[in-house]
């Protein structure tokens, strides 16, 4: 019950609470008890001394009658004399006022405060005055009444904050109820989130802090799902691109162990089965880069060198393939720049790039790179005239195994990684990539890497 966050929020707050109220009720109560007596004892001592004088312009016959009329005003009195007869005026007198000691130093001439501390907090004030009726000295204690009044105000004080601790109490009980219903949802989806449920928390309101974690919920989720999808197509496509190849090879090896050819369809079958062979070798290779790349970011070897006549080299590399396609190059924009990056990393790049603007790109086709430093950054544009992407494709392009159209395939080798790998360095080397491209008119694919 206790390991609750509901039941501890609750105890936490009504024990500070009680500690807080307790304390400040103390704190507070002594520091205006001081205040008051200490203001209470000077006013005393000059009430006492006009009773003393209005006493002795009445006499000496009149004096207890007095004693006793100025007690049901705002005194208990007790009077002293010599011989140790006392008086007592006022109401609740049964106690003494004075100690046999006290009453003696004020009948020797002396004023004395006379303070005692009882075990209920409240200090009593009594303050003794001597004076002298002919020849017959007397000691006068006075004792306010006002001190029975503090007692009713501390009580009303205790009551008050007896209350404000119930219903403060009772109130918190619904906030705290409120305030940790939404984490008790929040864990009961997080439960089913490890069974494979990736629900949402509905109509999230709050603008608070916990309206932002459950905002931040659903964000994950929804991540949790795109990520579950893809997932789920990187295993179909894995399967499909492996089993396609597998199969082709397996047909034709089993055709030409089952059936006599002749040696120009056994050399086409035999061509079949090794281009099928490099097919799922290309995949394997490209699966391997991206699980390292994804696994090992800090495997940059990082170094410096001129990026122009890198990407000049990667053209030469694949002259045959834009020669065959008479592509026309256009590199007038390639500007001098050295760059400190991964030299092995980016070469994959530009080989990934110029691949397939020059598979998708029509005979007689153009490519255009462009290279130039800009505030200590370097931007690298590939642009071609090929057959482009559709709109609906492109937030997808450099997905795992994500493919447009077969149309757009035509010769059904592509394995859907190249840009995913591409896409993966850039990140590595903090960079940013995007797309821009018109189905039918080209694609451009702009880099801009750190200097």
């Known amino acids: 019950m206790f390991n609750t966050l509901y039941v501890r929020v609750v105890v936490t707050f009504i024990l500070v609470v009680v500690m807080s109220l307790t304390a400040s009720f103390y704190i507070t109560f002594n520091f205006y008890q001081e205040r008051v007596l200490s203001e209470l004892e000077e006013e005393m001592i000059q009430a006492g001394k006009g009773i003393i004088r209005l006493q002795k312009a009445m006499g000496q016959e009149n004096l207890e009658g007095y004693l006793a009329g100025i007690s049901t005003i705002t005194f208990n009195i007790a009077l002293y004399s010599e011989d140790g007869e006392v008086k007592v005026f006022g109401r609740n007198t049964d106690e003494p006022m004075a100690a046999p000691s006290d009453v003696q130093k004020v009948l020797n001439g002396g004023v004395y405060r006379v303070e005692s501390t009882e075990k209920r907090l409240l200090k009593n004030v009594t303050i003794g005055l001597p004076f002298q009726v002919e020849e017959e000295r007397y000691a006068l204690f006075l004792k306010p009444r006002i001190m029975d009044r503090i007692d009713i ?222 505030q200590k950054k370097v931007q690298v544009i590939f642009s071609d005239t090929g057959i482009g992407i559709p709109e609906k494709d492109l937030p997808y392009i450099f997905d795992r195994f994500f493919k447009v159209d077969k149309a757009r395939v035509r010769s059904g080798q592509g394995s859907g990684l190249g840009l995913a790998i591409v896409k993966k360095i850039i990140d590595l080397h903090k960079g940013e990539i995007s797309i821009k491209s018109e189905h039918g008119v080209g694609t451009s694919i702009q880099i801009v890497l750190p200097k």
């Not at 309206?211 to 399967?239: A, C, Q, W, Y």
């Not at 162990?257 to 090794?274: A, C, M, P, V």
């Not at 080299?313 to 396609?325: A, R």
């Open 153 to 374: 105000i501390k009580e009303a004080l205790i009551t008050v904050l007896t209350y404000v601790l119930i219903i403060g109490s009772l109130l918190y009980l619904v906030a705290a109820f409120l305030l940790v219903n939404p984490i008790k949802k929040l864990t009961a989806l997080t439960t089913n989130i490890a069974k494979g449920d990736f629900q949402q928390i509905k109509s999230i309101k709050r603008k608070d802090e916990i309206g932002e974690l459950g905002r931040s919920f659903n964000r994950m989720t929804s991540e949790l799902t795109k990520l579950e999808t893809m997932r789920k197509e990187f295993i179909s496509n894995v399967s499909h691109d492996l089993q396609s190849p597998l199969t082709s090879i397996r047909g034709f090896a089993v055709a030409l162990k089952e059936n006599e050819f002749s040696k120009e369809q056994q050399d086409h079958y035999l061509t079949i089965i090794q281009k099928e062979s490099e097919r799922l070798a290309k995949l394997s290779e490209n699966l391997l880069k991206l699980s390292v790349l994804e696994n090992k970011e800090s495997l940059l070897e990082k170094e410096i060198f001129r990026l122009d006549q890198q990407i000049k080299q990667v053209f030469l590399s694949h002259q045959p393939q834009w020669l065959e396609k008479k592509l026309e190059l256009n590199l007038e924009d390639v500007n001098k720049v050295e760059i400190t990056a991964d030299q092995l990393q980016l070469e994959q790049v530009w080989h990934n790039l110029l691949t397939n603007s020059i598979k998708y790109s029509n005979t007689g086709g153009k490519i255009k790179v462009e290279v130039k430093e800009i």
